[in-house]
């Protein structure tokens, strides 16, 4: 079975990308509204976004809220973002730490007889998070 990457929630948010959580038909501004709306974003419960850049690499990604935010939602991020390091914006006051929980809890993969994939998303939590704490709740739900 997997176990969790010790990374996995880091307070460490240097080059972090932005998920912007977005409630259902919230205004999306500027050229991420005109992308938003040709890829049919509307905040919807679990849909994601990704948002490229100039580069060909990614600037970020939206992801739907529906119409009340619900942390243990952000469990299905670790799946659906990418590969590298993300930030979570727009949540509430006291959600980060249940999202950066249910994001590790989605993490888990039952990977035994499976070859692994490259590399997981992971998430910055900041200062303010006890990332090693919630990482070994994880890893106990994972057993």
């Known amino acids: 079975m997997s176990a969790l990457h010790p990374d996995l929630l880091t ?15 919230e205004p999306i501004e500027g050229v991420w509204g005109a992308w938003a709306r040709s890829n049919d974003f509307t905040g919807k419960a679990g849909q994601l976004l ?4 100039s580069d060909d690499g990614l600037s970020g990604a939206l992801f ?17 973002l990418p590969e590298g390091l993300w930030r979570l914006e727009g949540l509430e006051a006291g959600h980060l730490e249940q999202a ?6 989605g993490a888990y993969r039952f990977d035994r007889y499976k070859a692994r994939p ?8 900041g200062s303010g998070v006890d990332a090693a704490a919630l990482l070994r709740i994880a890893a106990a739900c994972s057993k």
Do not use: T
């Open 11 to 25: 307070a460490d948010d240097e080059g972090a990308l932005p998920v912007r959580i977005v409630r259902k038909d």
């Open 50 to 53: 990704l948002l490229p850049c």
């Open 64 to 80: 739907g809220a529906g119409d009340a935010f619900d942390p243990m939602s952000v469990r299905a991020l670790s799946a659906k």
């Open 100 to 105: 950066a929980l249910a994001f590790a809890l």
């Open 118 to 125: 490259a590399g997981p998303a992971r998430l910055a939590v």
